[in-house]
């Protein structure tokens, strides 16, 4: 009964070079969201994404950053062209679909990935 | 701006006693508030949750208390262990946006001493 799996866990870029963060949600789940994590900050949501469609990105940045989450495959976050800013702890999560108001179904995370600009 | 807010950075508890953890929000499109708990090198787990049309949940030794007028929530854990320790995040869920992001508070880190 596997969680939410991410890979790679650390993930180490120089400038102006690609990162491809992968999350496999837990099974059954069809909603994922990526989170990003600051040092000494909280968790800021990028973006909620189902099965080959966006859903909200609006927390992601309009430049270099895109997700996707195939029919088949994990989910990726792509940064082009990183830069040191872009350096932090990046968490997927997945959640069952979502009901009603008043109701929640709970996100469950992955480990993450940390990822160093050089 | 920040939405949810954990004004304290840190709280530091002795074995046996309540911890009271805290957080303000902003925001009165927010419907559902959890609480999640963090280890280092290791993703949120969930904790416990409480639906704004309540004002109290409890779960074992954690209960969170809701007060909506004072756009405030608190968890307590009682007794606390030492293995609590760990950052602890306030989440809420905007309703009136697409339903799916979590907006989280910096955190508070408690340290549970033996």
């Known amino acids: 009964n596997a969680g939410v799996m991410q890979n790679p866990r650390h993930l180490v870029r120089r400038r102006g070079q690609e990162a491809r963060l992968r999350c496999s949600p837990v099974?059954?789940?069809?909603?994922v969201y990526w989170y990003r994590q600051l040092p000494e900050e909280g968790l800021k949501f990028m973006v909620y994404?189902?099965?080959?469609?966006?859903?909200?990105e609006s927390g992601m940045p309009k430049e270099r950053f895109s997700a996707e989450f195939p029919k088949e495959g994990p989910s990726i976050l792509r940064i082009q062209q990183v830069v040191r800013g872009d350096s932090a702890a990046y968490f997927c999560?997945?959640?069952?679909?979502?009901?009603?108001?008043?109701?929640?179904?709970?996100?469950?995370f992955g480990p993450g990935t940390r990822l160093t600009v050089l | 701006d920040q939405q949810v807010k954990q004004n304290s950075p840190s709280l530091s508890v002795q074995e046996g006693r309540i911890s009271i953890l805290n957080c303000d929000y902003t925001?009165?499109?927010?419907?559902?508030f959890l609480w999640y708990k963090k280890y280092p090198a290791e993703g949120p787990t969930f904790l416990i949750s409480?639906?704004?049309?309540?004002d109290k949940n409890e779960d074992g030794r954690f209960t969170v208390f809701l007060n909506k007028s004072a756009k405030h929530l608190s968890l307590h854990i009682v007794p606390s262990q030492p293995g609590d320790s760990a950052v602890y995040f306030c989440?809420?869920?905007?309703?009136?946006?697409?339903?799916?992001?979590?907006?989280f508070g910096k955190g508070t880190k408690l340290s549970v001493k033996p």
């Open positions: 099974k059954g789940h069809s909603h």
């Open positions: 925001n009165s499109m927010f419907d559902y």
């Open positions: 999560a997945s959640s069952p679909p979502l009901p009603l108001q008043g109701f929640y179904n709970e996100q469950f």
């Open positions: 994404l189902q099965k080959e469609n966006i859903i909200d």
């Open positions: 989440a809420a869920r905007n309703y009136g946006g697409s339903q799916g992001n979590l907006i």
């Open positions: 409480i639906s704004s049309i309540k």
